[in-house]
């Protein structure tokens, strides 16, 4: 049977070289054949009528309506050499008043988000270009709101530069690697909190609140860095895991005019997250968010920096746990702001007054509000992005500041928009994809009305066609717990129901997530397109616990995670095994992070039903992980001993009865190296067999130095030999 079959997979394959291109890894990961185009550096000036991109190294201004060049900013070739500079940037911020532009260049990776780089201040009225500090790379520039200072920080301590005399005050001095953080995120804080800066500039440019992390008794995770010397480079950092110390934080004012900070009193701050902190339009009035470890009861708080004193704004309580986003928006008036919450069972967004009653609630139906876009006090109006009539995909709407009139902007774009509004909300940015077409980026008038086209991808349509791509289509199907699931599936080109195919399922699966949208994946879709081409139908589907469908379908996961996640995988392949053109027999799982943490789950949970599984980077027990990711769903071991027996796939190794590849990165400061050790010592216990790939020096990207191509070199063999 196994021969036969690969008889008919290499002539299959062989008749569709002959009659398209095949699709080649060096392409997806070498030599980037199909990339997509897009528009980089794109950002809305302040008038509303023109933006800025970048070209050449260049910051061109081009006016909205037509496209046309209106002026050359900054010409980065002209000004290399000057202070330092390079010559070439990554990334660029106007002042306020966008006489300035903060141009940062040469970044070093800290951890996932976080980097360190040179920092220049170019005067556009001057043509002048400073270096920020020079003595060494800078974390977080921030220029002030008035343009005259940029708070930076160095080595854990918070400094700031006022432009007009080139002076630097170094605001805080207790800094030190691995005890005190001034300013900035702990590695903790960045990944589950998804910020990295951490103070403030107040609305007058007179003070700058920020966070400081005491994580000196935070236990410490070490990682080898093999560099051809005679010893391993040992890399230590503090990472809080399931149960143990956090960091203690405290959110300090410091006052320039004075000349030194204080401390805000929040009360009791034992076991307390800071995940958020923003001035509201009162330079006296800092707004400060307070979670507790649980991640169940959160309050805002305003600190009046004038009465040294602290007032509630308000308080929300949730029987499974709260989502930290950035959807605050204080209103100019003084009196108002907006705020989302899920606490009718969908996120969705209100409008409260300072005192925190509810005014009234802006969006209505049974959606999830994705992003807040802002508001137009000017003419009343809310925007926002959000999946109205399906989770798979997404529109822009507006809605009047008393909830009625919500209007969908981009109705007839069938597929994934999202948009960014200029400042005086008059026209917005479109980027649009479906599944199986390359992003479009449009600009609309702010009633949707389509303005031009900046970039539509359009030769990528000939591209595809040149390689022969199959179209992948949405399903849905009910599983025997009456669940209704939704996916995609990618069938081969020449696909024929009279003939039986192996199926190949990739998902990811974690707390709100969603895999099954209408949008570009860009190089995963051509990887499945190379697969299918090789003859294997691809499928995607997203279980309980993914987003897109209210607080309930993505919260039933709590205190259990992997349970249900891991049945709704099964079920997939037991429906799929169920469909005429399916060889159930040869049915295979792949996932990286949570993905791989649910691949390994099913392949043991669901031995019956996997022949082959690959768990890229994957945890195989809650308890390595971090505390809050992993406590915010899971609480600790000592509360939900059963919670995370149950569902870690350590404890399941001696089911393992298929192929399964075991990948991580040894140098992962995220899922550690430490999760698929013990996944193979306990592999090795049971006496099963596995393949197993380790990349030295690679994080949980794992890429650099061909790492990419390499790992998917080998996963594409496995797939090909075991399934």
């Known amino acids: 049977m196994g021969r036969l079959f690969l008889y008919v997979l290499v002539f299959s394959f062989s008749y569709a070289i002959q009659a398209q291109k095949a699709i080649t890894l060096e392409n997806i990961y070498s030599k980037s054949g199909y990339r997509t185009k897009s528009v980089p550096g794109f950002s809305f000036l302040k008038d509303g009528r023109h933006y800025t991109i970048v070209k050449d190294g260049d910051i061109k201004m081009m006016d909205v309506t037509t496209g046309s060049l209106k002026e050359t900013i900054f010409?980065?070739?002209?000004?290399?050499?000057?202070?330092?500079?390079?010559?070439?940037?990554?990334?660029?911020?106007?002042?306020?008043?966008?006489?300035?532009?903060?141009?940062?260049?040469?970044?070093?990776?800290?951890?996932?988000?976080?980097?360190?780089?040179?920092?220049?201040?170019?005067?556009?009225?001057?043509?002048?270009?400073?270096?920020?500090?020079?003595?060494?790379?800078?974390?977080?520039?921030?220029?002030?709101?008035?343009?005259?200072?940029?708070?930076?920080?160095?080595?854990?301590?918070?400094?700031?530069?006022?432009?007009?005399?080139?002076?630097?005050?170094?605001?805080?001095?207790?800094?030190?690697?691995?005890?005190?953080?001034?300013?900035?995120?702990?590695?903790?804080?960045?990944?589950?909190?998804?910020?990295?800066?951490?103070?403030?500039?107040?609305?007058?440019?007179?003070?700058?609140?920020?966070?400081?992390?005491?994580?000196?008794?935070?236990?410490?995770?070490?990682?080898?860095?093999?560099?051809?010397?005679?010893?391993?480079?040992?890399?230590?950092?503090?990472?809080?895991k399931v149960g143990e110390k956090n960091a203690d934080v405290s959110t300090l004012v410091y006052d320039i005019s004075q000349g030194k900070s204080y401390k805000t009193d929040l009360a009791d701050m034992k076991d307390m997250y800071i995940p958020r902190v923003k001035w509201t339009n009162d330079p006296?009035?800092?707004?400060?968010?307070?979670?507790?470890?649980?991640?169940?009861?959160?309050?805002?708080?305003?600190?009046?920096?004038?009465?040294?004193?602290?007032?509630?704004?308000?308080?929300?309580?949730?029987?499974?746990?709260?989502?930290?986003?950035?959807?605050?928006?204080?209103?100019?008036?003084g009196k108002h702001f907006v705020w989302s919450s899920e606490k009718d069972g969908y996120n969705q967004l209100f409008l409260h007054?300072?005192?925190?009653?509810?005014?009234?609630?802006?969006?209505?139906?049974?959606?999830?509000?994705?992003?807040?876009?802002?508001?137009?006090?000017?003419?009343?109006?809310?925007?926002?992005?959000?999946?109205?009539?399906?989770?798979?995909?997404?529109?822009?709407?507006?809605?009047?500041?008393?909830?009625?009139?919500?209007?969908?902007?981009?109705?007839?774009?069938?597929?994934?928009?999202?948009?960014?509004?200029?400042?005086?909300?008059?026209?917005?940015?479109?980027?649009?994809?479906?599944?199986?077409?390359?992003?479009?980026?449009?600009?609309?008038?702010?009633?949707?009305?389509?303005?031009?086209?900046?970039?539509?991808?359009?030769?990528?349509?000939?591209?595809?066609?040149?390689?022969?791509?199959?179209?992948?289509e949405f399903f849905t199907f009910t599983t025997s717990e009456n669940v209704k699931l939704n996916g995609w599936m990618l069938k081969p080109a020449n696909f024929t129901a009279t003939r039986k195919y192996p199926v190949f399922m990739t998902q990811y699966s974690g707390p709100g997530s969603q895999s099954v949208t209408d949008s570009w994946r860009g190089a995963e879709y051509w990887w499945n397109q190379m697969l299918a081409q090789a003859g294997y139908i691809v499928v995607c589907v997203d279980g309980r616990g993914t987003g897109g469908r209210g607080e309930e379908f993505k919260k039933m996961t709590y205190l259990q995670l992997g349970h249900y996640e891991t049945l709704d995988q099964i079920e997939t392949a037991k429906y799929l095994?169920?469909?005429?053109?399916?060889?159930?027999?040869?049915?295979?799982?792949?996932?990286?992070?949570?993905?791989?943490?649910?691949?390994?789950?099913?392949?043991?949970?669901?031995?019956?039903?996997?022949?082959?599984?690959i768990a890229v980077a994957p945890v195989t027990n809650w308890k390595w992980y971090d505390s809050v990711y992993t406590e915010r769903y899971m609480r600790t071991t000592t509360e939900n001993e059963n919670g995370y027996e149950n569902n870690s796939p350590v404890y399941f190794a001696d089911k393992l009865k298929g192929n399964y590849l075991l990948i991580h990165g040894m140098a992962d400061d995220n899922v550690h190296f430490q999760n698929s050790v013990e996944m193979a010592n306990a592999l090795i216990k049971a006496n099963k067999q596995f393949d197993t790939y380790y990349y030295p020096n690679r994080n949980h990207g794992i890429y650099g130095d061909n790492a990419t191509i390499h790992l998917y070199t080998k996963m594409t063999n496995f797939i090909y030999e075991k399934l």
């Open 353 to 472: 007054t300072m005192d925190g009653k509810q005014v009234t609630k802006l969006t209505q139906g049974n959606f999830d509000v994705s992003a807040f876009y802002g508001v137009d006090e000017k003419n009343k109006k809310v925007y926002f992005q959000a999946s109205e009539k399906s989770p798979m995909q997404k529109h822009v709407f507006s809605v009047d500041m008393d909830g009625k009139n919500q209007t969908n902007l981009t109705p007839t774009l069938a597929g994934t928009n999202k948009a960014s509004f200029s400042p005086t909300f008059e026209y917005f940015s479109n980027t649009f994809s479906t599944i199986n077409t390359a992003p479009t980026y449009t600009v609309h008038e702010k009633y949707g009305k389509k303005v031009r086209t900046i970039e539509d991808n359009i030769l990528y349509g000939k591209i595809q066609e040149e390689y022969g791509v199959a179209p992948i």
């Open 577 to 613: 095994g169920g469909q005429p053109y399916v060889e159930k027999t040869r049915i295979g799982i792949f996932g990286w992070s949570y993905g791989g943490y649910m691949s390994s789950l099913c392949i043991l949970k669901g031995n019956d039903v996997f022949k082959a599984a």
């Open 75 to 240: 010409e980065g070739g002209k000004h290399t050499g000057k202070s330092g500079f390079s010559g070439d940037f990554e990334n660029y911020l106007f002042s306020d008043d966008e006489s300035k532009i903060l141009l940062e260049s040469e970044e070093e990776a800290i951890y996932r988000h976080s980097y360190k780089a040179k920092c220049h201040v170019f005067d556009r009225k001057s043509g002048s270009m400073s270096e920020v500090y020079p003595y060494g790379k800078i974390v977080n520039p921030m220029l002030s709101p008035d343009g005259e200072k940029v708070a930076f920080v160095f080595n854990n301590n918070l400094y700031y530069k006022n432009l007009k005399n080139n002076n630097i005050t170094q605001i805080t001095t207790d800094g030190f690697k691995n005890k005190i953080i001034n300013g900035m995120c702990d590695w903790v804080y960045e990944e589950e909190f998804g910020f990295t800066r951490a103070f403030y500039w107040s609305p007058d440019s007179k003070k700058i609140a920020f966070i400081r992390f005491d994580e000196s008794l935070v236990p410490e995770y070490s990682m080898h860095l093999y560099t051809d010397s005679l010893y391993p480079v040992n890399v230590t950092f503090k990472y809080p």
């Open 284 to 333: 006296e009035k800092l707004c400060i968010f307070k979670l507790n470890r649980h991640q169940n009861e959160l309050k805002l708080y305003i600190w009046d920096t004038k009465k040294k004193s602290a007032s509630t704004l308000i308080e929300e309580k949730n029987k499974y746990y709260i989502d930290i986003t950035d959807d605050l928006t204080f209103m100019k008036d």
